[in-house]
């Protein structure tokens, strides 16, 4: 069964930029949930969608945006760039009842 | 307030030993979801083990163990035999609620294990 994948793994952006992200789910799991990674803040949750609905949203400005497509696929969005954005983006991937949640490798993104 | 407690900022362990990591939590809900990943240098989030709040038995996976003591808000992670791969972060987090999958994260702890 493949695992949690995301795309690119790497990316460097300009201030000012936008920069789309993508997760695929493992197969079957129709929950994904993003997740920021900074030294300073920890690990903070962005949202989720299950089923093309946007379920629950963290704490964070409307720079940041997402969506679900048909096939559980997922996109976040974060627009006009600051250098705090820089980050490691984690995407995960939940099963039906809830009891695993999957990790993708992440997108480590730096904004110069 | 704090979801999440990791006190343990980094930990030192013998090969062959067992280590345990502390994590206290705080919820009202009576369902909720216990977690415990393993981060690497890499960066992936490796998932290591879960326990629910109503699950009778701790969980174990392998050398995973989790001692849960509900009533203390405690769930800490047992690893027995440790091995050189084991160095890494370690990280708490927990669900609350039935249907609601956002995880609340713990600081973390790193632990370093020495030959």
């Known amino acids: 069964k493949a695992g949690v994948t995301q795309t690119p793994r790497y990316l460097i952006k300009t201030r000012g930029q936008q920069v789309t992200l993508s997760c695929s789910p493992i197969s079957g799991h129709r929950s994904v949930s993003w997740y920021q990674q900074t030294p300073g803040q920890g690990l903070q949750f962005l949202f989720e969608?299950?089923?093309?609905?946007?379920?629950n949203k963290g704490n964070f400005p409307g720079r940041f945006s997402g969506r679900q497509f048909s096939n559980s696929r997922s996109e976040m969005n974060v627009s006009t760039l600051e250098l705090g954005d820089s980050a490691l983006y984690l995407c995960?991937?939940?099963?039906?009842?809830?009891?695993?949640?999957?990790f993708g490798p992440g997108t480590r993104l730096t904004v110069l | 307030a704090q979801k999440i407690t990791q006190t343990q900022p980094g930990m030192f362990v013998q090969e062959k030993e067992a280590v345990t990591l502390d994590c206290t939590y705080d919820t009202s809900d009576p369902s909720y979801g216990l977690f415990w990943y393993k981060q690497p240098s890499s960066g992936e989030m490796i998932f290591l083990i879960y326990?629910?709040?109503?699950?009778?038995q701790n969980a174990t996976e392998g050398r995973y163990s989790l001692n849960f003591q509900k009533a203390r808000k405690s769930a800490n992670l047992v690893i027995s035999a440790s091995q050189l791969g084991d160095s890494a972060m370690y990280f708490c987090a927990m669900r609350e609620g039935p249907h609601d999958y956002k995880l609340s994260f713990g600081a973390g702890t790193t632990v370093t294990v020495r030959a």
């Open positions: 995960a991937s939940t099963s039906r009842q809830g009891s695993e949640q999957f």
């Open positions: 326990q629910g709040s109503y699950d009778q």
């Open positions: 969608y299950f089923s093309e609905t946007q379920r």
